[in-house]
């Protein structure tokens, strides 16, 4: 992803921000992390609660190391996630928006995308953007796969939007299902559609 | 940053108050905001007074809708019954299906523990685990014919249920979904009827009532006992036993609080703090002053809350 888009996406996660801290709830209870992958995959910022989040840059380089992304947010789940114990309760069951807007160039994210399918660590909504996303491969670590065909800033605007409506939603209690299959969305913005 | 507002819908469309009423006869309806943001409820049974109160969580209450928790108590000639319920926020309707099943589960025990029922030790056992399992079927039953009646999907009524009875000398203890319950020994020992509920994830319930299979859960849940030395008992919905977790180590000081008030010698959660500071159970006005001991403040922890308290004479 470059160019517009990706100015587009870092508008989208400032949007993403101000909205979040418009809501007591949120600011109680969401944390946000952002993860990269292209030439390499990086945590740009680890789980920080929404007071103290700082937006990050965004810089686009050409290749797609999905599975090292993959990877690296397996790590981040592990290294940063609070499960419930006998003495604590837990994190809410993360929620997890990959962007992509190509296939992938690597060939080890089959292995990663089984272990997130395995683990099931988070609700993860994968995202393809424009009509060179390859949505197969999504299909591959999650069952919502939702397509955005037009990459415009507006468009951008809308799909955050969606996005800090849905961290709202579940960062306030909602009585999921255990299995983790109990999550309901708010709906996606018109232009946005959902991958049979 | 925390707002208060009353709902923007009403609680019940008027084009299902005829279904509400057939399936859960007498069921109240709130009747005002005011009913919406709490409610409470306090009677004697003999020797034992039951003290319920429900209150709106923030987030509710900053958003505009309802309290989807319930709770239901009632007195039967040989002891009493009680019920709270925690509308899963995730589905549309769950304040009505937590609204119904607390009420026909303590309708239904009402029905079976009558002024002719034995309450002898040697058949106690028996009528008590029968009633329960009927009841804990009519709450499920009353909540799919109201789903069917209205056109709503079973889990657009989602909710969890905790019930507790007693009868003569043997108590009954019900549990699906999460929450909590504990019992209090004359010795001032607690002790936990049900193992928590404890996923990886906070939030997350492996049944609600009406789905397939909760039923079955909430029956095989039945712990019957001799009551023993139980001098008290608290039922507590999510909202409640979140902030106080683990409710294994917190539950003995949750109680001391209600009999006795707060103490500064009291081991609280972390970062817990108190709304409430004197006594709740021989307050004067013991239904305020459980709503008010509800307002306790714990950062994140902005969920609607109900809690029943039951308490012998005996306890302190």
Redesign the interface.
């Known amino acids: 992803m470059q160019g517009t888009p990706i100015e587009s996406v870092k508008s989208g996660i400032r949007q993403l921000h101000r909205d979040l801290l418009g809501d ?2 949120a ?3 969401a944390y946000l992390a952002v993860l990269t992958f292209g030439n390499a995959a990086q945590q740009l910022v680890p789980l920080t609660e929404v007071a103290m989040f700082n937006p990050p840059d965004l810089i686009a380089n050409g290749a797609t190391n999905f599975g090292e992304g993959l990877r690296l947010l397996l790590e981040s789940f592990d290294r940063e996630l609070v ?11 993360p929620l997890v928006f990959i962007l992509s807007d190509g296939a992938p160039t690597d060939v080890e994210w089959p292995m990663y995308a089984q272990q997130l399918r395995e683990r099931r660590p988070a609700n993860i909504i994968a995202v393809a953007c424009g009509d060179q996303a390859d949505t197969q491969v999504l299909k591959q670590v999650t069952d919502t796969v939702i397509q955005m065909q037009d990459m415009s800033p507006d468009a951008f605007k809308a799909f955050f939007r969606f996005v800090s409506a849905s961290v709202k939603q579940t960062s ?9 299959q ?3 969305l708010p709906p996606p913005p018109p232009g946005i559609t959902i991958v049979p | ?2 707002t208060s507002a009353p709902p923007t819908t009403t609680w019940c469309p008027d084009e299902w108050r005829e279904h509400l009423e057939a399936v859960a006869p007498g069921l109240v309806v709130p009747a005002s905001d005011q009913d919406s943001d709490a409610i409470g409820e306090q009677l004697a049974a003999d020797q034992w007074q039951l003290l319920l109160a429900s209150r709106r ?3 509710h209450a ?1 958003r505009g809708e309802h309290r989807e928790d319930a709770g239901s108590i009632t007195a039967t000639p040989h002891g009493w019954c009680a019920a709270v319920a ?6 549309p309707y ?1 304040r009505l299906g937590a609204a119904i099943a607390t009420q026909v589960f303590t309708r239904s025990m009402q029905d079976a523990l009558g002024p002719d029922t034995s309450a002898s030790a040697a058949t106690a056992n028996d009528i008590l685990a029968n009633a329960m399992q009927h009841a804990a079927t009519a709450s499920n039953t009353a909540m799919r014919d109201f789903a069917e009646r209205t056109g709503l999907a079973h889990r657009d009524l ?1 909710t ?1 249920l905790l019930a507790a009875t007693l009868h003569g000398d043997t108590l009954a203890l019900m549990q699906v979904g999460d929450g909590a319950m504990a019992l209090r020994h004359a010795d001032g020992r607690m002790s936990h009827p049900h193992a ?11 049944h ?1 009532l009406p789905d397939d299979g909760a039923l079955e859960q909430l029956q095989q849940s039945l712990v019957l006992q001799p009551r023993a030395d139980c001098v008290g008992l608290v039922l507590a919905t ?2 409640v036993e ?1 902030p106080w ?2 409710f ?2 917190h539950a003995g000081t949750l109680f001391s609080q209600l009999a006795r008030g707060s103490n500064e010698a009291d081991a609280l959660p972390t970062g817990l703090t108190s709304a409430w500071q004197d006594r709740v159970l021989r307050a004067p006005d013991p239904v305020q002053a459980l709503t008010a001991w509800l307002g306790f403040e714990k ?2 922890e ?2 609607d809350r109900t809690l029943c308290v039951i308490w012998h004479e005996q306890a302190s």
């Open positions: 007591p709830q600011i109680e209870s499960r419930t114990t006998a003495d604590q309760k837990g994190d809410w069951r306030a209690k909602v009585g999921a299902m255990a299995d983790g109990g999550i309901t | 940053m925390w969580g923030r987030v900053h925690d509308g899963a926020g995730s589905a769950s989602r969890t928590a509920a404890t996923g990886d994830y906070s939030g997350e319930v492996a609600f999510d909202g979140d977790y683990p294994t180590r950062r994140g902005n969920d």
